[in-house]
């Protein structure tokens, strides 16, 4: 399986970027998915994340408000949009998918996703 992030990029803060996450060998549809990320130095983080069918969402407290997570599944992808983005946000960002299809139950422990992505950099400037 594999899992890839895409959409990062250099920002100002204020600024917004929409990551896109998409699958090769896998029907991403079927699947819950997670956006996690990690700074440097930090431990991997919990974003949000989306229920197979996009029914349920999750998200940290610290996104309220800004982030918003959702998924097309006719285009197999799945979407983080970041709004008034700040420094603090600077990270690889990942998306994570568990391993059973059509779970339902979503988590912010990332043991509690299987495959992961290899990431996208979102660094935001001062």
């Known amino acids: 399986v594999q899992l890839q992030a895409s959409g990062g990029g250099l920002v100002q803060a204020g600024d917004s970027l929409r990551l896109s996450c998409r699958a090769s060998t896998l029907t991403l549809s079927r699947f819950d998915v997670a956006w996690f990320r990690q700074g440097s130095e930090k431990e991997r983080e919990f974003i949000a994340a989306i229920t197979w069918s996009g029914s349920e969402t999750y998200y940290a407290d610290f996104v309220k408000g800004r982030f918003t997570i959702s998924r097309d599944n006719a285009k197999n992808t799945v979407f983080l949009q970041m709004n008034n983005l700040k420094p603090d946000d600077t990270a690889v960002y990942y998306c994570?998918?568990?391993?059973?299809?059509?779970?339902?139950?979503?988590?912010?422990?990332?043991?509690?996703?299987?495959?992961w992505g290899q990431g996208t950099q979102v660094t935001v400037s001062s």
């Open positions: 994570a998918v568990p391993l059973i299809p059509n779970r339902g139950v979503l988590t912010a422990v990332p043991n509690g996703y299987d495959y």
